[in-house]
């Protein structure tokens, strides 16, 4: 690995730090963080860099709220090309490649936000909800508990459910809810299922069956 | 240096190494559109919008700082170019308010035209609205932020031109803005509210709050300013016969796209509703209009009788320093031919006619000796006894720039603290009147420690020895107990002077309204010829306080002097005029300003004539002067407005203003330019040279003209001084500049040391201890000054709208610890009293004053402070002494 070998890739040197990342990272949301970064950076002075960057970001947030429109991408690397080949300094000149590169090796990504309003990496929050099995959740009220904003309803040996209006997305649920339960899902790019009726008793799941 | 060539859209042409591709496009005429660009500020690179590819590497560079190299092939044009730009330009639109419509900046924005040019219509990016409107109370400028593109005009146009550092960008990124310190609204910085970034913010986000007149400018007419005498070009915008804005003119090498609040802000007093729009004639005691038949009748047939009764030197003639060379010309001519009298002078007498003697005598010419360009080029400036900020914006800036972008040294001698104090290198503060001795102090350091440019001395001038022995005297001792200024700063300040290479000095009233004026300027004259600083670099530098006081000059509205200074007691001279005018002339020396009024008390004058001028505001002893001009047996006044001076008059005879007429002024540099009508006269009011000449048609003498320029021609062949200089085009509207704006300077500059008289005379001078020394009743010394808002008697100032909002009364400038003494705080009402009079004020503290002193503006006719001085004239300029006199304060 070195300069050269960065640059074709279309990456760079940069400090020399190197970011590891997984499934579980969403592309579109890794770009839109550098690119919020480099709005705090930009010093203001030429137009491209100052206006081009924070238009790009506009249009991330909007893909990472679920509003992107056919188009966006397109967009996206026209304004790069600006903010790359206009900018006055270093910093406008590189500031576009983030977003050049993810759309590079994962537009599959970007596409799976603008077209089916998913965030394959669920990071997304405004594409991603979460959802409480019926069929699995044991009442151990865990999560019902746990959730900060009183989101969940049930009770004692009452199956759970999101009021997916007050949810705020925190993943709280997920976390807490026992591994031998996995009774929380979360979606993203599918409609959350209708809830039990009120009051759906617990599925209690047989030993025998174990 | 060689040129170097470069391929420009397929074609080779060829510029000068630093040159950028820009400049060099510009100059082959191809366009290439900007937004931060301006020729008069240094290129920033921020707005990007004049990318261009060099097809060699494909690479886009901003051409406004891109300097050219050999061998480069630029393409401004190319499909990349333009795609680039016009992503750019909607950039700036998706942050632009879309409120063009209403926008009043209208056509006249950058912004809006590029994108036209460009055919950026509605654009596809996300509006991101920036933050708007700050509250500010100033009649001047209004900004509107969200409509700033960040070009930074304003802030460079601030920094680099006007050097006055009000602005500087705040915040970074997209929260960056230009802000006064701490964002504080422009009234409550350091803004001296200039206009210049008005004038240059390519946006409507920078605009005049109030206009005198709206509308989309119909036509743009470049004239020249009336108020100070720098002479600063402005083009002013009209619609519906009215002025809509001025803006600094365009390519002007005087003001080079800067204005001061008065030019950019002052013309407003042209639609004053209390213009006089038809003469009056006073019956009873009280005005009535007439025709200007009977009006010019009357005055005809009174002049007559009294010519008939009391002989032609009963008729006197104070012609104006604010009106045209032709008018000055006009009126001395009909003084001079159809009166019979030499008794006509001007309002610059008041102010500036030391410079006729006290440079006429040792350099040869009684003006400026370079141009303005030289002066920022000095090394070290020397400016004394003068507030710039306030008598020549336009030359303080060109200082201020000097010293922060040019390396010069300022050394300033003034004991008042002015806006150029910070910049100077060494700041010296004589106590008031004792220039002479300081500035011969100085001579003598410079004789005696063999700092003289002895070559000069030797081959260009005369009487050395003279001076040398005068200068004995003024050891530095002598001069630390004269003017209590530290000998060894004074030693300082001349090794400074005399080690520059090339030095230039700038005075104005402060030395010429003394009574030792005409000495002073002498004794400076000297200091420059001692170092060889005149006639081939650096120069003397003598402001103008009006804006034709220098071709009020010229054109010989002086009592002994025809135009272009020839004496009237010189029997060729005198042949030459009379000759040309097909009369006789008289070869008595007339009376100078003031001399007038004490004639006219003596009963030897019985009438005069004034024309734009205001002697009862604007002479010392008012309360004389009125008297005087009261018992008069008949007294006509030609004014715009209806004066202190107008309403003691028999006949009113209301004249046009600077933008209803045409003609010349000539700057305290000496270009003259060209004054163009920009609206019709208001009312029935007539330009004051058609006032001339029909009052001459009156009286049965008409002169022979029949158009200015016919006037002009006429200047040419007789004043050596104007020679070359003509209307050139008959072209008045518009934007052009003729052959006389090009190319004013041919006769007027000592250029390659050549002294008008071949040697520059050293001309010794005597300190002598200045009169007004305050004692022990009258414990005050007053200076007087004007101030920025407003210029001479205020007669113009006071009656613009906006002018007179923002600096609506006097006050009296003192010190806390004197104010402590007498027991009055900031803001109290107090008389000021000197043995003369009284005037009424309310107190303001400035810390910078030297104790004892207080300081009064002079251009507010309700606080008519000149009533406080006596009549006292200097001996050789007779220059009434208005600048400092004794007084005391009561608290009321």
């Not at chain 1, 890794?30 to 930009?42: D, G």
């Not at chain 2, 060099?54 to 190319?78: F, H, Q, W, Y």
């Not at chain 2, 609205?129 to 802030?155: G, H, W």
């Not at chain 2, 146009?157 to 500087?168: K, R, T």
Request: glycine share 8%; net charge negative.
């Amino acid at each position: 690995m070195d300069f050269d070998e960065l640059a074709k890739v279309g990456s760079m040197m940069g400090s020399g730090g190197m970011i590891v990342m997984d499934e579980d990272d969403c592309m579109v949301d890794v770009a839109r963080y550098f690119l919020t970064f480099l709005t705090e950076e930009s010093c203001g002075k030429c137009i491209p860099c100052r206006e081009g960057i924070r238009q790009m970001l506009t249009i991330l947030n909007r893909i990472c709220e679920g509003e992107g429109k056919e188009g966006d991408i397109v967009m996206l690397e026209e304004l790069s090309e600006v903010v790359q080949d206009a900018s006055l300094c270093a910093l406008g000149t590189t500031a576009p490649n983030p977003v050049l590169s993810t759309i590079r090796y994962f537009k599959d990504e970007y596409e799976a936000h603008i077209r089916e309003s998913r965030c394959p990496a669920g990071v997304c929050k405004a594409l991603v909800s979460y959802y409480i099995n019926p069929e699995q959740c044991q009442a151990c009220q865990i999560c019902l508990r746990e959730c900060p904003v009183g989101a969940i309803m049930g009770g004692k040996n009452i199956v759970h459910v999101i009021d997916q209006d007050k949810c705020t997305k925190c993943g709280t649920c997920l976390d807490v809810c026992p591994i031998r339960f996995a009774a929380v899902e979360k979606l993203s790019g599918r409609p959350v299922p209708a809830a039990p009726p009120q009051g759906t008793k617990v599925r209690r799941v047989k030993k025998a069956q174990q | 240096m060689e040129a170097i060539t470069i391929t420009l859209n397929g074609v080779e042409v060829s510029g000068h190494p630093g040159m950028t591709i820009l400049e060099l496009a510009r100059e082959s005429g191809v366009d290439i559109p900007t937004l931060c660009y301006d020729p008069h500020l240094i290129p920033i690179g921020a707005c990007r919008i004049c990318l261009v590819e060099d097809e060699r590497s494909g690479r886009l560079s901003a051409s406004c700082v891109t300097p050219i190299e050999p061998g480069m092939v630029i393409n401004t044009k190319s499909p990349k170019v333009m795609e680039r730009r016009k992503m750019i330009l909607k950039l700036i639109l998706a942050s632009h308010p879309d409120t063009c419509l209403v926008c009043d900046k209208g056509n006249r924005c950058e912004l809006r035209k590029i994108a036209s040019d460009m055919e950026v219509g509605l654009i596809e990016l996300v509006k991101i609205p920036q933050l708007a409107t700050i509250e500010e109370v100033n009649p001047f400028i209004e900004r509107d932020l969200s409509k700033c593109i960040l070009c930074a005009k304003c802030i460079r146009a601030d920094h680099e031109l006007v050097v006055q550092g009000a602005i500087e960008y705040i915040n970074r990124g997209f929260t960056s803005k230009p802000a006064t310190l701490n964002d504080e609204p422009l009234e409550k910085s350091e803004c001296t509210f200039c206009g210049t970034c008005v004038a240059i913010c390519p946006t409507g986000a920078l605009m005049e709050t109030k206009r005198p007149y709206s509308g989309t400018t119909a036509a743009i007419v470049s004239t020249i300013c009336p108020f100070c005498g720098c002479g600063c070009n402005i083009d002013l915008e009209v619609k519906d016969n009215q002025i809509v804005r001025a803006r600094p003119g365009k390519g002007s090498t005087v003001n080079r796209g800067t204005l001061c609040v008065k030019g950019s802000y002052g013309f407003d007093f042209t639609r004053s509703a209390e213009r006089l729009t038809s003469p009056l004639v006073k019956v009873n005691g009280d005005f009535q209009v007439v025709s200007w038949e009977e009006a010019l009748g009357l005055v005809a047939s009174e002049f007559k009788r009294i010519k008939e009764n009391y002989g032609s030197g009963s008729l006197a003639l104070l012609s104006s320093s604010k009106c045209t060379n032709e008018e000055n010309y006009l009126l001395q001519r009909f003084a001079r031919s159809i009166l019979g009298t030499n008794n006509i002078d001007n309002g610059s007498r008041l102010y500036s006619a030391a410079n006729i003697i006290g440079l006429g005598s040792p350099v040869g010419f009684p003006g400026t000796t370079n141009h303005l360009d030289a002066l920022e080029q000095s090394d070290v400036i020397l400016v004394t006894e003068v507030n710039l900020t306030s008598a020549a914006p336009i030359v303080e800036y060109a200082v201020k720039r000097a010293v922060k972008y040019k390396g010069a040294k300022l050394l300033l001698i003034d004991p008042l603290q002015t806006g150029l104090s910070s910049f100077a290198h060494l700041w010296l503060r004589p106590k008031i009147g004792t220039d002479i001795a300081f500035i011969n102090g100085m001579a003598r350091v410079i004789v005696t420690e063999g700092l003289l440019d002895e070559e000069f001395v030797t081959r260009k001038t005369d009487n050395f020895e003279a001076l040398s022995s005068e200068l004995e005297r003024y050891t530095p001792e002598y001069v630390e107990q004269v003017t209590g200024v530290p000998s060894d700063d004074m030693r300082h300040a001349a090794q400074l002077f005399a080690g520059a290479t090339t030095a230039s000095i700038v005075y104005g009233a402060g030395i010429t309204q003394h009574v030792t004026g005409t000495n002073c300027v002498m004794a400076l004259a000297n200091l420059a010829m001692l170092t060889g600083n005149i006639g081939r670099r650096g120069g003397i530098y003598a402001l103008q306080r009006d804006c034709n006081g220098q071709g009020a000059c010229d054109m010989g509205t002086i009592p002994n002097l025809l135009p272009g200074y020839q004496s009237v007691e010189d029997t060729e001279s005198i042949k030459k005029f009379a000759d040309c005018w097909g009369t006789s002339l008289s070869a008595d020396v007339g009376l100078t300003a003031v001399e007038m009024i004490e004639h006219a008390k003596d009963g030897k004058v019985m009438s005069m004539y004034i024309m734009g001028e205001n002697p009862v505001l604007s002479f010392p002893n008012s309360t004389l002067v009125k008297e005087v001009l009261e018992s008069l047996d008949f007294l006509v006044v030609q004014d715009m407005f209806l004066t202190e001076t107008a309403k003691l008059a028999n006949v009113v005879l209301p004249a046009a203003s600077f933008a209803e007429k045409e003609g010349t002024f000539t700057n305290f540099e000496g270009r003259v330019q060209r004054v163009r009508k920009v609206v019709e006269p208001l009312g029935d009011s007539l330009p004051d040279s058609e006032i001339v000449l029909r009052l001459a048609n009156s009286m049965g003498c008409p002169m022979p003209y029949s158009s200015l320029q016919q006037v002009m021609d006429e200047i040419r062949d007789l004043v050596p001084l104007y020679q070359g200089i003509g209307y050139g085009s008959t072209e008045t509207k518009g934007e052009r500049r003729d052959e006389l704006d090009r190319d004013p300077f041919r006769n007027r500059r000592l250029y390659k040391g050549q002294f008008p008289s071949g040697f520059g005379r050293f001309s010794p001078v005597q300190y002598e201890p200045p009169v007004e020394i305050p004692g022990d009743e009258y414990n005050f010394t007053l200076l007087v000054g004007s101030i920025l808002h407003h210029s001479g008697t205020g007669s113009k100032t006071s009656r613009s709208p906006r002018l007179s909002e923002f600096s609506p009364e006097a006050y009296v400038e003192i010190g806390p610890s004197d104010a402590e003494q007498i027991g009055i705080g900031q803001g109290d009402e107090v008389k000021v009293i000197s043995p003369l009079g009284e005037v009424t004020t309310v107190v303001r503290f400035t810390t910078t004053l030297p104790d004892g002193v207080i300081v009064m503006p002079n251009s507010f006719s309700s606080t008519p402070v000149n009533q406080l001085f006596d009549i006292v004239l200097d001996p050789l300029s007779k220059t009434p002494a208005l600048k400092a006199c004794a007084v005391k304060l009561e608290r009321i």
